[in-house]
């Protein structure tokens, strides 16, 4: 019996000086590549990649809204370091579409969604409302109000508050998958307060919801971390 318990915390002890072991190489490749420790660095259990430059760019190019969950900062720009992609913003919190300054006599076309209006992934000439207004030409002011991860319910807001200020002359409400996946949601609510929290960690906003102690130890430690990274993986190959 004293062996076997002997056995057991021996076994325990490797477990344990291999966890920590694992901790420390961690901090120090995350330190050597980003130039901080992990947790001097926080970032969301939501990040499904952390080496994508797009991620970090979201929190410094969106901001909290109180009706819209997030809504993108006005005149910023932000350049990704590894493949020169650019997002531009406007004085209007809406993505750059090559629009002329000057619209007041222009024909608008006003464009809500989520990512794909946006324009997720690509420079600001490649979203398709830049494509659109460069097709269209200098005679007509497409404003591009989409962000990441809203769905129409965000779209109805916008609708009644922000998009009639320019007065437009047509609207496109691209909306779907963002949709989809609200209607088999098993935590959505009437007023939607989970998806706003989701929202908000979907740019990288700090989140009006507290977090579960997975989230918190997945911004400290670099275990954590790829414990979480592995599990992301794991769910792709279902």
Not at 56 to 67: A, D, G, I, R, V
Not at 226 to 237: K, M, T
Request: glycine share 6%.
């Amino acid at each position: 019996m004293k062996r076997l318990f002997l056995i057991v915390i021996v076994n325990i002890a490797v477990f344990c000086t291999l966890i920590v072991l694992a901790e420390i190489a961690g901090q120090i490749y995350y330190y050597i590549t980003h130039g901080s420790f992990i947790f001097q660095n926080p970032v969301s259990a939501y990040h499904f990649d952390e080496d994508d430059p797009l991620q970090y760019t979201y929190n410094s190019m969106f901001e909290l809204h109180p009706l819209l969950a997030v809504r993108p900062r006005k005149n910023v720009r932000i350049k990704n370091y590894m493949d020169d992609k650019v997002i531009t913003t406007t004085d209007r919190y809406t993505r750059w579409t090559g629009a002329p300054e000057d619209d007041s006599k222009l024909i608008k076309v006003a464009i809500s969604g989520g990512s794909t209006a946006f324009g997720t992934g690509v420079t600001d000439g490649d979203s398709w409302p830049a494509l659109l207004q460069a097709r269209l030409g200098d005679q007509f002011s497409v404003v591009n109000y989409g962000v990441p991860c809203y769905s129409t319910a965000e779209a109805v807001i916008q609708m009644a508050l922000t998009i009639p200020e320019i007065k437009p002359d047509f609207v496109i409400l691209y909306h779907g998958w963002n949709d989809i996946i609200l209607y088999h949601h098993k935590d959505i609510n009437p007023d939607y307060y989970v998806h706003g929290t989701e929202v908000q960690d979907c740019v990288q906003v700090p989140s009006l919801r507290e977090k579960t102690l997975f989230e918190k130890l997945n911004e400290l430690s670099a275990v954590v971390r790829l414990a979480s990274r592995i599990n992301v993986s794991a769910s792709g190959l279902k």
